[in-house]
């Protein structure tokens, strides 16, 4: 099967079938602490940021999801006009079946062209440019104009996948190599979260930008198992099933990738405004969302301008009702933290306090 071919199949069942970690939702257990007196006017609040040099009106991606197949290039386009207009960054899929087929360059060209003004990440796997070499980032970042590209990892996706490539050596040295290049690069998972120890290796190697994608959204193993059932491989179908929710769930993964001394990109099951304000409260300075985006880009541009405006109102709200006049002052604001994400957090060492506590809001 090809690259190009096998994108449509994770397509259509992402489309089709409850892909989601619906079992999982670590963000429900943070609480940003309301302020019943927030001493702002809601009128004066900035959702903007900057964001690989650009201008946005919310700190928010619309994560990578595709390109690279003729029948998606409308998705891709949906979804950059519908970025352009609303002010938020948007990260495409893995442009590797371009580089097998250079005709499917206009695939993920085509969002450029209709996103003129805002941040475009482009994507590889970390694999494929351990196979093709650091050069491959320029022909990638040309392709579309790209302010980065994103190193996916997606370990857990190819160990369920009958085509799965599962050799892993040398890929850390790529990244190294990559990352002293002229390209910038964003290394990011796919829904499997990045811990502290793995995190630190990428800040060491000089990696800057993380975005966690981690546990609590699309799940890969999810999608693997439904494909594994369509192709009578029971075996694999078990091993999705069971791996479905394998990772660092995205609030601690944001909190252990910042301890590594990363700025951090919160994904992975962020579904919603209130989500955003979340990961900025725990530290990331972006939030990204993919699976929620799919659907609306199936119909028109306005239908994802009408999701992503959710997202920034909810984004606004919290922010009204958390005394923030701007972006930068989440990351202040009292949050608690509490169930599985508090225990996980507390078994790997962090002091919880410093989210609740202890917290001012510098005004
Ligand atoms: C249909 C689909 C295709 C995806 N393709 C890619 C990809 O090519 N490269 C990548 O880095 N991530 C890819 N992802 C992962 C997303 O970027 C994101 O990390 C993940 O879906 C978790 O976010 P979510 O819970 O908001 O969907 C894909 C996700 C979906 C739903």
Redesign the pocket.
């Given at each position: 099967m090809t690259t190009s071919s096998r994108k449509l199949d994770?397509?259509r069942i992402?489309l089709e079938k409850p892909v989601?970690d619906a079992r999982n939702r670590p963000f429900d257990d943070l609480t940003l602490v309301h302020r019943a007196l927030p001493e702002i006017d809601e009128s004066d609040i900035d959702t903007s940021c900057k964001f690989l040099g650009k201008r946005l009106k919310a700190p928010i991606i619309i994560?990578?999801?595709?390109g690279g197949h003729p029948d998606v290039l409308k998705i891709n386009v949906r979804l950059a006009q519908a970025a352009q207009e609303t002010g938020v960054a948007l990260?495409l899929?893995?442009q590797r079946a371009a580089l097998e087929n250079n005709e499917l360059a206009e695939t993920f060209a085509a969002a450029r062209h209709a996103a003129p003004d805002i941040p475009i990440i482009g994507?590889i796997g970390a694999v494929q440019l351990k196979r093709s070499g650091p050069k491959i980032l320029e022909r990638l970042a040309e392709m579309i104009d790209a302010d980065a590209i994103?190193v996916?990892l997606?370990f857990l996706q190819e160990s369920i996948q009958p085509e799965g490539d599962k050799d892993a050596c040398g890929v850390l040295d790529a990244i190294k190599t990559a990352a002293s290049g002229t390209v910038p690069i964003i290394v990011?998972?796919?829904?499997s979260g990045i811990s502290r120890e793995t995190a630190s290796d990428l800040v060491e190697a000089g990696v800057t930008i993380i975005?966690v994608?981690g546990v609590?959204?699309?799940s890969w193993a999810g999608v693997e198992a439904y494909r594994a059932a369509e192709a009578g491989d029971h075996e694999l179908e078990e091993m999705g099933r069971l791996l479905w929710s394998w990772g660092v769930p995205t609030p601690a993964s944001i909190i252990e990738c910042k301890a590594a001394g990363a700025n951090v990109i919160a994904?992975?099951?962020?579904r919603s405004g209130l989500d955003v304000a979340r990961s900025l409260a725990l530290g990331a300075c972006m939030a990204?969302?993919?699976?929620?985006m799919?659907a609306p880009a199936t119909k028109d541009s306005q239908s994802v301008v009408r999701a992503m405006s959710g997202y920034i109102r909810a984004l606004r709200i919290a922010m009204f009702l958390t005394g923030c006049k701007d972006i930068s002052m989440l990351g202040r604001v009292p949050l608690v933290v509490l169930g599985r994400t508090r225990e996980w957090l507390e078994a790997r060492g962090y002091d919880m306090r410093k989210f609740s506590a202890y917290r001012e809001l510098a005004r």
């Amino acid at each position: 099967m090809t690259t190009s071919s096998r994108k449509l199949d994770h397509i259509r069942i992402c489309l089709e079938k409850p892909v989601d970690d619906a079992r999982n939702r670590p963000f429900d257990d943070l609480t940003l602490v309301h302020r019943a007196l927030p001493e702002i006017d809601e009128s004066d609040i900035d959702t903007s940021c900057k964001f690989l040099g650009k201008r946005l009106k919310a700190p928010i991606i619309i994560s990578a999801m595709t390109g690279g197949h003729p029948d998606v290039l409308k998705i891709n386009v949906r979804l950059a006009q519908a970025a352009q207009e609303t002010g938020v960054a948007l990260g495409l899929g893995s442009q590797r079946a371009a580089l097998e087929n250079n005709e499917l360059a206009e695939t993920f060209a085509a969002a450029r062209h209709a996103a003129p003004d805002i941040p475009i990440i482009g994507n590889i796997g970390a694999v494929q440019l351990k196979r093709s070499g650091p050069k491959i980032l320029e022909r990638l970042a040309e392709m579309i104009d790209a302010d980065a590209i994103a190193v996916h990892l997606n370990f857990l996706q190819e160990s369920i996948q009958p085509e799965g490539d599962k050799d892993a050596c040398g890929v850390l040295d790529a990244i190294k190599t990559a990352a002293s290049g002229t390209v910038p690069i964003i290394v990011k998972e796919t829904g499997s979260g990045i811990s502290r120890e793995t995190a630190s290796d990428l800040v060491e190697a000089g990696v800057t930008i993380i975005d966690v994608s981690g546990v609590g959204g699309m799940s890969w193993a999810g999608v693997e198992a439904y494909r594994a059932a369509e192709a009578g491989d029971h075996e694999l179908e078990e091993m999705g099933r069971l791996l479905w929710s394998w990772g660092v769930p995205t609030p601690a993964s944001i909190i252990e990738c910042k301890a590594a001394g990363a700025n951090v990109i919160a994904s992975g099951g962020v579904r919603s405004g209130l989500d955003v304000a979340r990961s900025l409260a725990l530290g990331a300075c972006m939030a990204g969302t993919a699976l929620p985006m799919l659907a609306p880009a199936t119909k028109d541009s306005q239908s994802v301008v009408r999701a992503m405006s959710g997202y920034i109102r909810a984004l606004r709200i919290a922010m009204f009702l958390t005394g923030c006049k701007d972006i930068s002052m989440l990351g202040r604001v009292p949050l608690v933290v509490l169930g599985r994400t508090r225990e996980w957090l507390e078994a790997r060492g962090y002091d919880m306090r410093k989210f609740s506590a202890y917290r001012e809001l510098a005004r």
